[in-house]
């Protein structure tokens, strides 16, 4: 089993900044695709970022210039630095990975998401 542990986090004022993690633990072979998405209250869950095995990245318009995903392929985790937060940035944060695990001579690819981390930005 591969599991998700996010952090990172919080309230902030708006012009500030938060960084959340996400550490993907379990008999990986390798991870694909890592990105963080977003739900608002009301809302449907958007993506917010990505990053890919080979370092390419992809942004919602929204954050473009103000965050940026990065990852760390030895831990296995995921980054998301957030910086000149804004109000609608408010959001529950959930963490997805694709990660390739063998199992019995055979690779199987999951997706798997983490329980989800609170932002809360304040005017």
């Known amino acids: 089993q591969v599991q998700l542990v996010e952090s990172g986090g919080g309230l902030v004022q708006a012009g500030g900044s938060l960084r959340l993690s996400c550490a993907a633990s379990?008999?990986?072979?390798?991870?694909?695709?890592m990105g963080w998405y977003r739900q608002a209250p009301g809302k449907q869950r958007e993506l917010v970022a990505a990053?890919?095995?080979?370092?390419?990245?992809n942004y919602a318009d929204s954050v473009k210039g103000r965050f940026t995903i990065s990852r760390d392929n030895a831990k296995n985790t995921v980054y998301l630095q957030m910086n000149s937060l804004k109000p609608e940035d408010t959001a529950v944060y959930y963490c997805?990975?694709?990660?390739?695990?063998?199992?019995?001579?055979?690779?199987?690819?999951?997706?798997?998401w983490g329980q989800g981390t609170l932002v809360t930005v304040s005017s």
């Open positions: 990053i890919f095995s080979g370092g390419s990245t």
């Open positions: 997805k990975a694709d990660p390739v695990i063998a199992v019995d001579g055979s690779y199987r690819y999951l997706v798997v």
């Open positions: 379990g008999s990986i072979s390798s991870i694909n695709g």
